[in-house]
């Protein structure tokens, strides 16, 4: 079965690439796949050396053996995880129903990746159409890149990209038309 694969950010571009991508999924009788990629936790990755510290500081103060402390940070983390996780499900979620897709069954899936241009294309490598709204812009996409283009550059499919305007740009087209338009 067909499938339109469209990136969601919590942002209102999101929500525009959202019912651009539906209108599409419908247009192409294909399933629509909502993806959410956030951030894992930004736990320190020195917590199993502050672990140790505490461990050693705690040996000296008390006669009777510590707890064990890195078991007490992985539990810090894996609930600091699951936070982040419950969290980006929500967004994701919020999204699809500001978008009004309630009655449209739209597969939601989350991913915790750092790199989320990595994750969008993995998702989208068998799919029909992946699309992307503009992005947030300024400072941050001047620090990690940006996410929609690198897609752009890299997809083995056609990318609609949104604008922040009311445009929207047939990216893949203008980087490779011969590929985008075999697609179809």
Partial sequence: ?????????GSSESVKALLLADAEARWRHAQLEAVHVY????MLEDQPAVAVAAAVMWSGTTPRRPPDAS???????AREQQRAHDEAVCILARCVANAGLGRRPVDQTVVADFRPARSLLRLASMADLLVLGAGRGGV???FRGSVSRHCVRHAECPVLIIGRGRRAHHSSLAVRPAAALSRR
Avoid: Q
């Avoid at 078991?71 to 983390?77: E, H, L, P, Q, T």
């Fill in 39 to 42: 951030a894992p936790s930004p």
């Fill in 140 to 142: 941050d996409r001047w």
């Fill in 1 to 9: 079965m067909a499938r339109v694969v469209v990136g969601v950010d």
């Fill in 71 to 77: 078991n007490v940070v992985r539990a810090g983390r």
